[in-house]
């Protein structure tokens, strides 16, 4: 039980593209799903909270219009990399409140800009 | 949100045991303990969670002491598969964002 999924698992796309990333709580409903950045060697970067049926509330430094995240349902919510450009290029992990108000993480999305 | 400190990183060996100690001073008091596995290329994986005294499961044991300004992640018989980065982080869970720390990258020897 608690499974994320996301999709897809990687992704290469040409810059000035947008490319849009799904997380899935499988088994669970969350009314909150968190999406995080990661580089290599690096730990993960907090970029949002994703609130169902409202406004996802941003870290500091992070661009709204850049990253535009979506919570329409219980289940599922969405990251859009707007225009992407080379350094945009990651490991994109989202996770969702499940079970005894832990976190369980999806498997991530690696994004490849070129 | 409490700020955590964990080593870099630790080796160890086929077999045996793994402590990994986390700081966590600012601890408030409704905030919960949990500890994740990252293996490279893959979302964190939860191994446990923990208030107070001790909590065992079939992969780890968390110690916290009385005053719950650290806790230890114990790793019983450790295997090459072990090998990883853990991160320990505090919070009130539920709807609560966490912050990660640099976390412990843990190498296990042959």
């Known amino acids: 039980g608690a499974v994320v999924s996301q999709h897809p698992s990687r992704v290469i796309c040409k810059s000035g593209t947008s490319v849009k990333i799904e997380c899935r709580s499988l088994?669970?409903?969350?009314?909150?799903m968190f999406w995080y950045r990661q580089f290599p060697k690096k730990s993960l970067m907090l970029m949002a909270t994703s609130n169902e049926g409202s406004k996802a509330t941003y870290e500091q430094g992070v661009e709204k219009d850049k990253f535009l995240i979506n919570h329409a349902s219980l289940t599922l919510s969405t990251l859009t990399v707007t225009s992407a450009h080379p350094e945009d290029s990651s490991f994109y992990i989202c996770s969702a409140v499940g079970r005894q108000e832990t976190q369980y993480f999806g498997p991530g999305t690696r994004l490849l800009v070129l | 949100l409490a700020k955590t400190t964990q080593p870099i990183s630790m080796d160890s060996y086929e077999g045996q045991e793994v402590n990994i100690t986390c700081s966590h001073n600012?601890?408030?008091?409704?905030?919960?303990i949990t500890w994740y596995q990252q293996f490279p290329s893959q979302g964190p994986r939860f191994i446990i969670q923990g208030y107070k005294t001790k909590v065992t499961n079939e992969v780890a044991s968390l110690f916290i002491p009385a005053d719950r300004k650290s806790s230890t992640l114990s790793l019983p018989r450790v295997s090459l598969s072990d090998t990883a980065v853990y991160y320990c982080l505090v919070g009130e869970n539920r709807d609560d964002k966490i912050i990660f720390g640099k976390g412990t990258r843990l190498h296990i020897l042959p």
């Open positions: 088994d669970f409903q969350a009314t909150t």
């Open positions: 600012n601890i408030a008091t409704n905030d919960y």
